[in-house]
């Protein structure tokens, strides 16, 4: 297979003619287009529009830096496919980045999630409230996008944290867990000019974790070093280990007030709402956040949290309602949600169960 990808050389935006359709992907709004800016989104955007399809030979009108074709090689041999053939100018250096930055300043990748959510109040502890700045990628996550970005600036106003929004368009084919292919190297590439404007030398995302490239420390470590280090870039991607009794518990020790604000259903806005109403009849004093549908895993995990660690009213019935159908429906997605059922909610899920005297209804 072969693919042509080409850039706007007025805006943040590249093009590829797909195996199905044309796709493309742009920021339309965040940051100006600056050299440093251009290069960055170019270099990562290619290695996002590619990743679903590993073509054998890729094309462009714009120079990929060794850098860059490290990585993509990387990607390639991670997943066992032969890395590909570049086509197009060559190799150039990357611009001179001008800006200072420091190592008391971080920028955090926030979705609205429990995950974002812990690492940007772990990031406020170490560095210092005003040194750090929470950033928003609008547009990344399809069905679910508008909620978050709904739910990241109300929580930004509440909750009284500096937000920057990165607006992204894109009509890309890349589906499930795919994306995680070049996810992390992209988000962190998107999020890199506000780091840069802001004096910040550390990203900080979710821990690495998962059987795709991105989600390697590996290719974190890669990132870091033969990527930004190389080209001459000050920044520097970082994370924290998960808290030994989950992000939920630690969220709720150490902002108790804001996990009912999280927003991390798996659940479109369409089908959040029917469900949502169906627990206030059932667990009229143990109600789904506000942002959660209450029956995805997420919400499941974040309500079990909020159950054992937090400052409910749920009475005994309610709790003893939820935890039983919590294990009748881990029972059911044993099959398909196996990766996720286990941590963290089977942990709660236990606890709850002993917290409130119960037996396992299944095995």
């Not at 120079?63 to 496919?81: C, D, H, K, N």
């Not at 029917?274 to 995990?301: D, E, H, M, Q, V």
């Not at 196996?338 to 942990?347: M, P, R, W």
Request: glycine share 8%; with cysteine; net charge positive.
């Amino acid at each position: 297979m072969k693919l042509t990808v080409r850039s706007d050389p007025h805006k943040l935006k590249l093009t590829m003619a797909g195996p199905i359709r044309t796709e493309h992907i742009a920021v339309t709004d965040g940051y100006e287009g600056t050299g440093v800016t251009q290069w960055l989104f170019a270099q990562a955007g290619l290695m996002h529009l590619v990743a679903p399809y590993f073509p054998d030979i890729i094309t462009t009108d714009f120079p990929v830096s060794l850098q860059t074709q490290l990585l993509i090689e990387r990607m390639y041999r991670f997943e066992g496919a032969v890395p590909p053939e570049f086509r197009g100018p060559g190799p150039e250096r990357t611009p001179r980045v001008l800006r200072w930055t420091t190592a008391r300043r971080a920028v955090v990748e926030y979705s609205g999630g429990k995950d974002s959510m812990d690492n940007l109040a772990r990031a406020q502890e170490r560095y210092g409230r005003d040194n750090v700045l929470a950033v928003h990628i609008a547009g990344l996550a399809k069905g679910v996008g508008a909620a978050e970005r709904r739910a990241s600036i109300e929580q930004s106003r509440r909750f009284k944290f500096p937000l920057r929004i990165v607006e992204l368009t894109k009509s890309t084919m890349e589906s499930g867990a795919k994306v995680l292919r070049s996810a992390k190297v992209f988000d962190a590439c998107l999020v890199a000019p506000v780091a840069l404007e802001f004096g910040a030398r550390h990203i900080i995302t979710e821990e690495p974790g998962g059987p795709y490239f991105t989600g390697s420390r590996g290719a974190m470590e890669l990132l870091n070093g033969a990527f930004f280090g190389r080209s001459g870039i000050p920044l520097m991607v970082r994370w924290w280990d998960r808290p030994h009794d989950g992000v939920v518990k630690h969220l709720i020790k150490h902002r108790p007030d804001w996990l009912p604000y999280v927003c991390n259903c798996f659940s479109p806005m369409h089908y959040r709402i029917g469900i949502r109403k169906s627990w206030l009849r059932r667990t009229p004093t143990f109600r789904p956040f506000k942002n959660a549908c209450g029956s995805c895993i997420k919400c499941r995990l974040t309500r079990l949290g909020w159950l054992l660690y937090g400052p409910h009213h749920a009475s005994r019935a309610d709790a003893v309602y939820f935890i039983r159908d919590c294990e009748q429906w881990a029972r059911h997605k044993q099959s398909t949600h196996q990766d996720l059922i286990g941590g963290s909610f089977s942990l709660y899920l236990e606890r709850a169960r002993r917290r409130y005297g119960l037996q396992p209804r299944y095995e």
